[in-house]
Structure formats: C-alpha cells, structure tokens
C-alpha cells in the first residue's frame, strides 16, 4: 500500500537549518509531484512547495522563498525539503503528500496521500 514517512525533524535555533525527507513506498515516485506542507498549533494547514514528476520544475510558497529548497531522488524513493535561516514562525508539524496530476500547485485536495508528519521547532 502507499505509504510516506517522514524524518529529520526537530528542535533548532532560530537561523538554524534542518533537512526533512520522504521516504515512500507503494507506488512509483518518478510518477507523481510531490509536495510538502505545514499546521501551526491553531492555524490551518498550508502548502510550503512541491516537485513535479516531469522535469523536477519547483514552486515555493512566499514565506520560505530563498530559505527552502525542495528536492527528490526518484531512485531512492526520497523527497527532501531543506531549510534554511529557520525562524519561529516555521514551527509546525511538517508533511509529505502525493499529488493527484502532474501540475505544480499546493491545493490541499489535491493530494491524495499524506505521511503522518513531524515535528519541526524552531526556537531559542
């Protein structure tokens, strides 16, 4: 069955930096644009970016353009999300979901597969 986890999450400083991966199972990752998202305690989940399947083209949210970069390794069946010059506002619990469709877009329901998510605390 089709199955994400993710790993790599933590505590950190702010400024500090932290690699989230995927690990997946079940289908074959060259076939799918994956993305990553993040729920704030009180806040509801949102898209941080995705990768498409095609040709590894990248789209991130506003809030971690330049400080975010999302990769994948069809071979290894890993998505990755590293993350740079952190800030508390980046605390979350993080996510990996499987896109329905080729096209890059961070719409909730547009995914069909999600891993149960990790926790990610940035403070000092």
């Known amino acids: 069955q089709v199955q994400l986890v993710e790993s790599g999450g933590g505590l950190v400083q702010p400024g500090g930096s932290l690699t989230l991966s995927c690990a997946v199972s079940?289908?074959?990752?060259?076939?799918?644009?994956m993305g990553w998202f993040r729920q704030a305690p009180g806040k509801e989940r949102e898209g941080v970016s995705c990768i498409s399947a095609s040709d590894s083209s990248t789209y991130y949210t506003d809030s971690v353009k330049g400080r975010f970069t999302i990769s994948r390794d069809n071979a290894k069946r890993m998505v990755y999300l590293q993350m740079n010059s952190l800030k508390p506002e980046d605390t979350a619990t993080y996510y990996c979901?499987?896109?329905?469709?080729?096209?890059?877009?961070?719409?909730?329901?547009?995914?069909?597969?999600w891993g149960p998510g990790i926790q990610v605390t940035v403070s000092s």
């Open positions: 979901a499987r896109k329905l469709g080729v096209r890059l877009a961070l719409e909730l329901d547009m995914y069909d597969y």
């Open positions: 079940g289908f074959t990752l060259d076939y799918y644009t």
